[in-house]
């Protein structure tokens, strides 16, 4: 297993080699939030990057809303656009020694960026995170690839290790998918069990 540790995705960062950011904030995810979820709902972002989609749900009324890291040079790009969103919320660290509850996790691109060993345990940290009847909600990539990152997956792999900890509420192409990853992206709302 190859070790993406803080050095490796900070180097990434440095050498401007990020090709997941988007560079706008991701509208199934904004639109999900906007459209189900109260503004004083707890928010995490794990492996949040250049922060657009916590920036945008700051600035649209979410003032729980959190960004997670591991790369302070991710950190640095949402600061260095002049963004209002709090740096305090913006947190950095190792996602699974992470400790704190939250009512929705936002995934997308953190999954698949870890190595698959790490699913099982990364299934165990999202329920510990989340509040009673919390929700995993985002995109997961449906490709095989298992040279990553990006790792890839499908739907039944998916609802096998997903299906012991969190109700599947939705497992299913993603039909707004941005361009590049067209047909290749499955939206999840997983609530805990």
């Known amino acids: 297993m190859s070790t993406l540790d803080a050095a490796y995705w900070q180097k990434r960062y440095a050498q401007d080699d990020f090709p997941w950011d988007i560079g706008y904030a991701n509208q199934v995810l904004t639109h999900y939030v906007e459209q189900n979820i109260a503004k004083d709902a707890r928010i995490l972002i794990p492996g949040a990057g250049s922060g657009y989609e ?95 990152p990006p790792y890839g997956g499908n739907a039944s792999e998916y609802q096998d290790l997903f299906q012991p ?16 990853r067209r047909g290749r992206e499955l939206v999840i709302e997983f609530k805990k069990k």
């Open 54 to 148: 916590a920036d945008y749900l700051w600035n649209k009324g979410y003032k729980n809303v959190y960004a997670l890291d591991y790369a302070a040079d991710a950190k640095a790009l949402l600061v260095s656009r002049g963004s209002t969103f709090p740096e305090g919320q913006y947190l950095m660290g190792d996602f699974f020694e992470f400790d704190q509850r939250f009512d929705v996790i936002l995934e997308q691109t953190f999954f698949c960026a870890l190595h698959p060993a790490l699913r099982p345990q990364y299934v165990n940290h999202m329920h510990r995170l989340l509040n009673k009847g919390g929700v995993l909600f985002g995109l997961l990539f449906e490709m095989d690839k298992q040279d990553g």
């Open 165 to 180: 900890k969190f109700e599947i509420c939705v497992l299913q192409q993603c039909l707004d998918s941005i361009a590049p």
